[in-house]
């Protein structure tokens, strides 16, 4: 049992790893192509080239990983609140293309990181239990680490959400702005004082 959930949760990592490097594709030609409207702002370009050398050489444990995504997830807004200023690369075909590759990108790494750690959790949850955890002891298993982005780069506070032309798709980095999460397992949120109240009941004939 041990083996099979330890191979569920690297089978799992892996799906983020490729999430992971198919952004960092992603990114140098979507900074070719800002660059081409906005070739004076260097910084932002150096600053993005250079944080994405540091995740993608990273090849630490998911802890890691995830300290490293920190500086490329905030260049990466930097970058996007650079375009937002030019209409005419809003407005460009091969922007919008990565744009939209980028957020899918984004969805599939939310997924895959939620993916991840609901297998850490139940992992880790037998590797401390009694009476699994002997048995975990005896054999060398070993607590998993979570895959979690900085809250800092969570929220209002520092989220890059992208939507740039009405029905298109945004870009969000590590969820959308303001939303929780539901843990894996948990029962869905209960509605927040200022939602909607439900219809009054129709009037009896």
Same mark, same amino acid.
């Given at each position: 049992?041990?083996?099979?959930?330890?191979?569920?949760?690297?089978?799992?990592?892996?799906?983020?790893?490729?999430?992971?490097?198919?952004?960092?594709?992603?990114?140098?030609?979507?900074?070719?192509?800002?660059?081409?409207?906005?070739?004076?702002?260097?910084e932002v370009f150096e600053n993005v080239t250079k944080a994405r050398a540091m995740a993608t050489a990273a090849t630490g444990s998911p802890a890691e990983q995830a300290a490293a995504e920190g500086p490329l997830?905030?260049?990466?807004?930097?970058?996007?609140?650079?375009?937002?200023?030019?209409?005419?690369?809003?407005?460009?075909q091969n922007f919008l293309a990565l744009q939209s590759e980028l957020s899918n990108t984004e969805d599939?790494?939310?997924?895959?990181?939620?993916?991840?750690?609901?297998?850490?959790?139940?992992?880790?949850?037998?590797?401390?239990? #009694?009476?699994?955890?002997?048995?975990?002891?005896? +054999? *060398?298993?070993?607590?998993? =680490?979570?895959?979690? @982005?900085?809250?800092?780069?969570?929220?209002?506070?520092?989220?890059?959400?992208?939507? #740039?032309?009405?029905?298109?798709?945004?870009?969000? +980095? *590590?969820?959308?702005?303001? =939303?929780?999460?539901? @843990?894996?397992?948990?029962?869905?949120?209960?509605?927040?004082?200022?939602?909607?109240?439900?219809?009054?009941?129709?009037?009896?004939?």
């Open positions: 049992m041990f083996v099979s959930q330890r191979n569920l949760v690297r089978d799992a990592w892996a799906n983020i790893d490729t999430e992971l490097r198919r952004r960092y594709d992603l990114i140098p030609n979507l900074v070719e192509t800002v660059k081409g409207y906005a070739s004076h702002e260097r997830v905030a260049a990466l807004r930097q970058l996007f609140a650079v375009a937002e200023n030019y209409p005419d690369l809003k407005a460009n599939r790494l939310q997924t895959a990181r939620r993916f991840y750690n609901s297998n850490v959790r139940d992992y880790n949850r037998r590797v401390q239990s #009694f009476p699994s955890n002997l048995v975990a002891s005896s +054999f *060398g298993f070993k607590e998993e =680490q979570f895959f979690e @982005v900085d809250e800092a780069l969570r929220g209002e506070g520092g989220v890059p959400h992208v939507d #740039f032309v009405g029905e298109t798709p945004g870009v969000t +980095f *590590g969820g959308q702005p303001g =939303q929780v999460e539901p @843990v894996p397992g948990t029962a869905p949120a209960q509605s927040e004082p200022g939602d909607a109240p439900p219809p009054p009941p129709a009037p009896s004939s």
